[in-house]
């Protein structure tokens, strides 16, 4: 038997840069535990905040991305932990300090350009290669990417 944990998250963009946070020594997104009845959207927007110190009025959904989907074993019984995504475009200034919440493990929050992608992808999970891949390849962030200036 499995339990299911659904969490909510974002990739933040703005301009030709892409936020993440180094959490227990790798790099990902924000992302946090969904509360019972809790909306998708607005708990991807709460935890960007909490984990990174941007202010929520400064996020903007861009659109849902694809669920994913990872699993772990935990005292011998298998949780599935079910992410929703969602493109987000931050609307603030990139040189705002970034504050990292330190009581959840994150040490870092950081915008990154795409030719710097590979060298932070090389200490993340397979899920953040697969969803930084989908984004990459999606034809709103390929329009909102080359309509943008830095």
């Known amino acids: 038997m499995s339990d299911i944990i659904k969490a909510a998250g974002g990739v933040v963009v703005r301009g030709k840069k892409i936020l993440f946070i180094k959490k227990n020594g790798r790099w990902e997104f924000p992302k946090g535990r969904l509360k019972k009845r809790a909306n998708r959207k607005k708990t991807a927007i709460r935890e960007i905040s909490e984990e990174t110190g941007i202010k929520k009025k400064h996020l903007n ?62 200490d993340s999970r397979p899920l953040v290669h697969y969803l930084i891949g989908f984004v990459l390849n999606d034809p709103e962030y390929k329009n909102y990417h080359k309509n943008s200036k830095k």
């Open 61 to 122: 959904i861009i659109k849902p991305l694809i669920p994913t989907h990872h699993h772990n074993k935990i005292n011998g019984i298998i949780v599935v932990k079910e992410t929703f995504w969602f493109l987000i475009q931050y609307s603030g200034d990139l040189k705002k300090k970034l504050i990292p919440e330190k009581k959840e493990g994150i040490t870092k929050c950081k915008w990154f350009t795409l030719d710097e992608l590979i060298l932070t992808l090389k």
